[in-house]
Each structure stands twice: as structure tokens, then as C-alpha cells.
């Protein structure tokens, strides 16, 4: 009965909702105003949070409401939010509501991401064949990214905040980590520092690829969440295609320059492989720029820093450096290049100045 009554104690039922965020990169560009004008696919109107600036604002457009079987019983599963971003992005967000203990909710956690890995796939591929008239370069897809967040009720007793994060720690932080065995102290310790909460009856708990979130009230930090995952999915793809532009550049010789891009006036219709890098470099950061000031928090402290924390925890500033430092490449080459057809136009018009000279002088000498 002891040994019965322990393990009664330690599997303390919870309910709240598993949220899981992905992002599907399928195109260059996505016009926005094409699938409204031709009712592509299914829009509907959904008010931006106050913290995101109302302009450049994505599509969002409805998906069917499923059920998911989850063991023996059916829980209600819904994507709660699917968007078109017109840098050829979709974005969809999954709700799971669950009543379980965090031991017996890893196991299921770690099968319902796998589930809604390959749904995922399948609802972006549907909303890819809606949309693809109305997509620049259009592929499916390019990269994908996710991220999931783990909300749970505030429990009837009220325990605290700090409370909770001290009883039950060790299990949420296995648990971000979709970890079925106990981390080490280090590894916990270093999860729940990343801690941050509101009105002192709430917490989130903000990880690399997952976040916890101990409050009723939970839609507000979703966009963030939603936002950051972009992000990186943005940053990282911008990255790998740096990368191969600057392997192509060199591997295939495409720095030589024509010959006819020597001649004033006519080589500035050439399309240069440089002056595609540079507008590449232009298109990159015009986007980055965008997704990097579309959220205003002046005066929100709180959301302030709960948006530095994911930065930090997603390292978006690290794939921001990695991106910099590529771009620094590109306009280092654009400028040697640019210097070099300055000079060579030069001496072109230097020669041809000396031949008409000559050419005058000898016209003289015959006459």
C-alpha cells in the first residue's frame, strides 16, 4: 500500500495542450493579392497580436479540423492557425489538448510529434498545390522547421510558480528535451534558467526546440513562438543557399567575366553572375530586416524579454552573424569586381584614344 500510494503521489494528473509549430519554405515569392483576387484557396480574417506591426501582414486561410486517435480514447486535435507568408513561407500551428501525468505524457508527446510531422507535411503539400500558380520558383519544400510548446493549467491548490518549477523540474525538462529518462543536474539546471513569468502565478520555461508554459492564459507568447521559428527557418535556408551560391561561384569558374561586359553602355545589359550575388545579397537582407523588425515592444518589458530568451535559446543571433559574415563575402567580391571592370573599361578607352590619335596623325601624313 506504501509503495502504492508513492507512486500515486509522484504521477499527479495534469491537463492543458501540446502546440506544435511548423514552417515549410516552398518558393522565392508568394503573391499575396493574386490568391485573394482568384480565391486560391480558403482566407479568412484573423487579428495580428498588438506586439506585431500591422503591415506585410500574412495570409491566413483555413484548415479542416481533424480527429487523431491517441491510444484507446480520441482527442480533439485542431490547427489552430495556418498563414501564407508572401517570402514563401506557410505556417501552421497544431492544438492537442491531453489530461495525463508528465511520465506517462513523454511516451505520447514523443508519438504525437511524429504523427503531426508527417500531418504536417501532408496539409502543407495540399495548401503548396492550392497556392502554386501565385509562387515564385516554386518547390516543395526547401527546408522545413519546428518547434512545440507544452501548456499546462495552473493546478486547483495554486501552487506557485517557483513551486511547481522545483517539484516538477526535472520532468519538464526531460520532457522538452522528448527525453523518456531523467537529464543530468546540469542539463536541468541549465533548461530551467531560461525561465520567465508575468503576474507571479505563471511561468514559461523557454528551450532550444521546445518551450513549457504554466498559465490560462497562453495565446499571446504563440506568435512569438510562431515568429521565431520563421525566423530561424528563414535564416537557416538563407544560409545553405549563401553557401551554395559561393561553392557554385568559384566551382564552376562563373567569376570570369565576358568580354563584351568591357564595353561602355553595352556591358551594363549583361547579367553578370556578380550582379546576381548582389541582388541576392539585397533580397536577403530586405527579408531579414523585415522579419527581424516585425515585432514592436516598446515598453513591454516583459515581452521584451521573453522574445530575447527564444532569440538566445534558438541561436538566431549566431545564424544572423553566420549570414553577415557571408554577405560581408559578397560585397567584398562585388566591389573587386566592380573596381576591376572600372579599370579595364579605362585603359579599353585609353587605347581606343591613342588608335584615333594615330590614326589622325597618319591621315595627316598622308595628305
Same mark, same amino acid.
Given at each position: ?9 509522484? @504521477? ?6 501540446? #502546440? ?10 508568394? +503573391? ?9 484557396? +480558403? !482566407? ?28 484507446? @480514447? ?25 489530461? +495525463? ?11 504525437? @510529434? ?43 491548490? @495554486? ?6 518549477? %522545483? ?10 528535451? #522528448? ?13 530551467? =534558467? ?20 504554466? +498559465? ?16 530561424? #527557418? ?63 515592444? =516598446? ?15 534558438? =541561436? #538566431?543571433? %549566431? ?27 579605362? %585603359? ?5 584614344? !591613342?588608335?584615333?590619335?594615330?590614326? %589622325? =596623325?597618319?591621315?595627316?601624313? !598622308?595628305?
Amino acid at each position: 500500500m506504501n509503495n502504492d500510494s508513492v507512486v500515486t503521489q509522484t @504521477k499527479d494528473q495534469f491537463s492543458g495542450n501540446i #502546440l506544435l509549430f511548423y514552417a515549410f519554405d516552398v518558393g522565392d515569392d508568394i +503573391d499575396l493579392a493574386h490568391i485573394q483576387q482568384k480565391g486560391l484557396i +480558403d !482566407i479568412c480574417s484573423v487579428p495580428l497580436s498588438t506586439y506585431f506591426k500591422n503591415y506585410h501582414l500574412p495570409l491566413s486561410f483555413r484548415m479542416p479540423d481533424e480527429l487523431i486517435a491517441d491510444g484507446q @480514447k480520441t482527442v480533439e486535435s485542431r490547427c489552430i492557425s495556418s498563414k501564407i507568408y508572401h517570402f514563401g513561407v506557410f505556417s501552421f500551428c497544431y492544438r492537442i489538448p491531453f489530461q +495525463d501525468s508528465f511520465e506517462d505524457l513523454k511516451p505520447k508527446l514523443i508519438d504525437i @510529434k511524429k504523427t503531426f510531422d508527417e500531418k504536417s507535411l501532408v496539409d502543407a503539400h495540399w495548401a503548396f498545390k492550392c497556392i502554386k500558380p501565385a509562387v515564385t520558383q516554386p518547390h516543395f519544400f526547401n527546408l522545413k522547421n519546428s518547434y512545440f510548446a507544452v501548456q499546462v493549467y495552473p493546478t486547483k491548490d @495554486k501552487v506557485t510558480p517557483e513551486e511547481f518549477k %522545483e517539484r516538477y523540474g526535472s520532468k519538464i525538462a526531460s520532457l522538452l528535451k #522528448l527525453e523518456l529518462y531523467t537529464l543530468s543536474d546540469y542539463q536541468t539546471d541549465e533548461i530551467l =534558467a531560461s525561465t520567465i513569468g508575468y503576474y507571479g502565478q505563471d511561468l514559461i520555461i523557454i528551450d532550444s526546440e521546445a518551450s513549457f508554459v504554466y +498559465d490560462d492564459e497562453y495565446f499571446e507568447p504563440l506568435e512569438f513562438f510562431e515568429s521565431a521559428n520563421i525566423q530561424k #527557418l528563414e535564416l537557416q535556408y538563407f544560409d545553405r543557399l549563401l553557401d551554395h551560391r559561393l561553392n557554385d561561384f568559384y566551382g564552376q569558374k562563373s567569376y570570369m567575366v565576358p568580354w563584351t561586359a568591357y564595353i561602355p553602355l553595352c556591358g551594363e545589359r549583361i547579367d553578370l553572375p556578380i550582379s546576381r550575388l548582389a541582388k541576392l545579397r539585397v533580397d536577403i537582407s530586405v527579408i531579414t530586416e523585415r522579419l527581424e523588425n516585425s515585432i514592436k515592444m =516598446a515598453g513591454e518589458a516583459y515581452y521584451v524579454n521573453l522574445y530575447a530568451l527564444l532569440i538566445r535559446k534558438m =541561436a #538566431l543571433q %549566431e545564424w544572423r552573424d553566420s549570414i553577415n559574415r557571408k554577405l560581408a563575402i559578397f560585397r567584398d567580391l562585388y566591389a573587386v569586381y566592380q573596381d576591376r571592370l572600372d579599370t579595364i573599361r579605362e %585603359e579599353v578607352l585609353t587605347v581606343v584614344i !591613342i588608335v584615333l590619335i594615330a590614326v %589622325e =596623325a597618319l591621315l595627316a601624313f !598622308i595628305r
